[in-house]
Every structure is written in structure tokens, then in C-alpha cells.
């Protein structure tokens, strides 16, 4: 039985079974590709806060700091980093956003207050989304890969089933929290380019925008971010001009095709475009998504 002692309340509306799309700061978030994703969504579709997760069990303040903020003339107020969540209602579906920095203490406890928003409300499904750095290039279309281990889900989406094994984010457990609490859940990926995974890429968060829109029915408001991609994909472009090697780098990347995966700096592994189908296409990808977590380890 799970409990929401430590979820503050600020609203109390009637959802009808909402899909939860959540997106955590930190490990699962590759140039902030996942958690700029939700924050578009919250914005795009005008979303009311929801609840908070109170963050004092779950923080650990020295790594993620409060901040101060300014108000008025002399009074100052402390900003505390806290999980927060917000409602909308779609097309598709009535929706749940969760955003906020990846806990850093009692994961256990801290999924139990997602499970109990979802078990309140009787979530349909949960959707978490994370950005990976890949080599892949800016220049083509971002790939977004999706995971689940409920075989109705894979079917219904087209999804893959993990096979990972190895250290975990925060987005591994929620997912598992989900299974033992019997609400389906998947994963969605987007990849991020290596040599570019320190700017923000809105070019991910529109991947994932996209998909998420797919699997809940809802047009995605793509609009939103286009501005910004133009932008993203200008500087990126800028910037491999500006260095030989990396545009020599970024020139092989794109002649493997956007079939092909490898990991970070392993562009020993090409492959001919005409021997890599869908399916093949599909495992690579969720080979780059194992690699990154291994990665994660000792970071």
C-alpha cells in the first residue's frame, strides 16, 4: 500500500484516468533534452499546478542547491529544487506532468508518492521520457526509442523490451514501482549528439514531444520549439565549421546512416544502409541506450 504523506497538495481536480508523462533533471536528462520536453508540454498546454513532492527527504542540498531569488527591495526568498506536478486536459487524454531534479536519497519512498497520485487518480498509463548521448549527428532526424515490459503496451506502440542490465536511474524504478502496482508504463528515449551533448537540444525535446503526442493521441504542439531547433541546428553547424576534425567526425557520422549505432566514439562500427531493417534499427538503438547507462556508472 503506498502512501502520499509527503506530497503537498494544490489543486484537486476530476481527471479521468490520466496518462502521467514524467521527466527528471540530471542522470536521464541528456542536454536537458527530456525534462525541456515536459516543460513545453506544461506551457503548450497551459497546465495548473497540481502537487509538489515535498523535497526535504529526497535532496541532498549541498549537491542540488536552493537557490535565492530577489524580491521587492529587500526580502529574499529561497527557492527550494522540489518535484512538482501539473494537470491538462488533451484531446487525447486528461494528463499528469511531473518534473523536477532526479532524487538523490530513498528512491523507494519517493516513487511511492508518484504511484499514490497515479493510484488516486487511476492512471491509464505512465510515460517517462530521457535524452541519451549517442553518435549520432545534429544533421539528421533525432531518433526516439521506446521501452516497456507489459507485452499490451509493446504491441500497441511498437515498443522494444529491455534487456538491460546494470546501474539504474530514477526512471528504472519508477518504471518498476509502475509493474508492481500494476499500471502500464513505458520509456521513451531520445538520442542526443556526443559532441554537442552539453547545449540544450530542443531538437530532442521535440522527438519526444512527437512521440508522446503519438502514443496519447494528441496533436503535438511541435510549433512551440521550431524556433528554437533552427536556432539549435544553426549553432551546431557553426561550430563543426569552425573545427576540422569535427567536421570530418560529423561528415562519417552521416555516411553511417541513420540505421546504424555505436557507442560514444566507436565509429569503427559502420554498416551498410541496405543490410539494417526496422527491427535491426530498433535493437541498435536499444543498445545505445544500455551503453549510456553503463556509461553512467561511474559519473
Known amino acids: 500500500m503506498t502512501t502520499n504523506d509527503h506530497v503537498e497538495w494544490l489543486s484537486r481536480p476530476a481527471l479521468r484516468r490520466p496518462v502521467i508523462i ?6 536521464n536528462d541528456a542536454a536537458d533534452g527530456a525534462s525541456m520536453a515536459v516543460r513545453t508540454l506544461i506551457d503548450a498546454w497551459q497546465a495548473r499546478p497540481l502537487a509538489e513532492i515535498d523535497p526535504e527527504d529526497f535532496t541532498d542540498f549541498a549537491t542540488i542547491r536552493p537557490s535565492v531569488r530577489l524580491r521587492g527591495t529587500n526580502q529574499r526568498d529561497i527557492v ?32 511511492e508518492q508518484v504511484i499514490s497520485v497515479a493510484a488516486q487518480y487511476d492512471a491509464s498509463m505512465m510515460v517517462t521520457l530521457g535524452a541519451l548521448i549517442a553518435d549520432v549527428a545534429h544533421s539528421r532526424t533525432t531518433r526516439v526509442m521506446g521501452t516497456s515490459s507489459d507485452e499490451t503496451m509493446i504491441e500497441r506502440f511498437d515498443l522494444q523490451r529491455p534487456q538491460y542490465e546494470g546501474p539504474t536511474g530514477i526512471i528504472g524504478v519508477l518504471n518498476d514501482a509502475c509493474i508492481q502496482s500494476s499500471i502500464p508504463a513505458l520509456s521513451l528515449w531520445a538520442t542526443v549528439p556526443a559532441y554537442a551533448s552539453q547545449i540544450p537540444s ?3 525535446a521535440n522527438a ?32 563543426v565549421d569552425d573545427d576540422e576534425d569535427l567536421a570530418e567526425y560529423v561528415r562519417r557520422l552521416e555516411e553511417m546512416g541513420e540505421e546504424s549505432f555505436g557507442g560514444a566514439n566507436q565509429l569503427e562500427f559502420e554498416f551498410e544502409e541496405d543490410t539494417a531493417d526496422d527491427d535491426d534499427s530498433g535493437s541498435m538503438l536499444v543498445d545505445e541506450v544500455e551503453q549510456f547507462l553503463r556509461d553512467q556508472e561511474g559519473n
Request: no cysteine; charged share 20%.
Open 22 to 27: 514524467a521527466a527528471f533533471h540530471g542522470w
Open 80 to 111: 527550494w529544487p522540489k518535484v512538482s506536478m501539473w494537470h491538462a486536459s488533451t484531446p487525447g487524454s486528461d494528463v499528469i506532468l511531473v518534473l523536477g531534479p532526479e532524487p538523490s536519497l530513498r528512491w523507494r519512498l519517493f516513487t
Open 202 to 204: 530542443p531538437k530532442a
Open 208 to 239: 519526444l514531444i512527437e512521440r508522446a503526442g503519438e502514443i496519447i493521441g494528441t496533436p503535438p504542439p511541435l510549433g512551440a520549439l521550431h524556433n528554437d531547433v533552427v536556432e539549435y541546428d544553426d549553432q551546431i553547424q557553426e561550430m
